[in-house]
């Protein structure tokens, strides 16, 4: 079965220090989503990509945190400089264009930062 | 907007006894509605959608939903609780037009005791 890769499966980093995530959807699927779960709550949207385009990125906090998928393929995520608040599971799902899909979804990155 | 509501936090069940996670939606226009479990430290699984056609869903590990319009519910349903389906499970909708993103509830966490 088709699986979404995500790397790292967990990170430590030390507050002001950048660090990045990397994501690599089920082939052929055109859309791509990069979530934020904190503890104990539900994934939230930071980015959604339709191919190579940003087609929401309204939660992305964009002083620290950007986001590429640059051949439509597979995406990056990146913070900086990460900040305590950021620690959280970092998701990154894929699904193809038709909206009655669901999404599929990665292991997930752990993110701690201290 | 699109928002999920999980009304319990927590619910406990005894091995071999029926199981209902509750899940309410509001979403203009029709709903996409999505069940998801996790377990610790994992990604998302897909368990079950609605998307039309018949109100109850039959979904993957004997889990099955129903779809109730008049109520805005999407309620989670097992006949026969396992002790292996103790996880955090996630409602999610999205409306069932353009780049609607899907937006989760808060998360009901089940325990099946044995």
């Known amino acids: 079965e088709a699986e979404v890769a995500q790397s790292p499966r967990y990170k430590i980093t030390e507050k002001s220090q950048a660090v990045a995530f990397w994501c690599d959807p089920i082939s052929g699927h055109a859309t791509l989503y990069w979530y934020r779960q904190i503890l104990g709550q539900g994934p939230e949207l930071l980015v959604q990509?339709?191919?190579?385009?940003?087609?929401?990125d309204s939660q992305l906090p964009k002083d620290r945190f950007s986001a590429e998928r640059l051949k439509g393929v597979d995406s990056t995520l990146k913070i900086q400089p990460a900040e305590l608040g950021d620690s959280a599971m970092y998701l990154c799902?894929?699904?193809?264009?038709?909206?009655?899909?669901?999404?599929?979804f990665g292991s997930g990155t752990r993110l701690t930062v201290v | 907007a699109q928002s999920v509501a999980q009304p319990e936090d927590q619910v406990n069940v005894a091995e071999g006894n029926p199981l209902t996670v509750k899940c309410t939606y509001s979403?203009?226009?029709?709903?996409?509605l999505f069940w998801y479990v996790q377990y610790p430290n994992r990604g998302l699984q897909f368990l079950l959608k609605y998307i039309t056609g018949d109100n109850l869903v039959k979904g993957s590990y004997g889990f099955e939903a129903e779809f109730n319009k008049s109520q805005t519910s999407f309620h989670l349903k097992k006949p026969s609780a396992l002790v292996s389906d103790s996880a955090l499970y996630f409602c999610?909708?999205?409306?069932?037009?353009?780049?609607?993103?899907?937006?989760f509830g808060t998360g009901t966490r089940l325990l099946v005791s044995p």
């Open positions: 990509f339709q191919d190579e385009s940003v087609v929401d």
């Open positions: 799902a894929s699904s193809p264009l038709a909206a009655g899909y669901g999404y599929t």
């Open positions: 979403v203009s226009g029709n709903p996409y």
């Open positions: 999610a909708v999205r409306a069932n037009t353009g780049f609607q993103k899907l937006v």
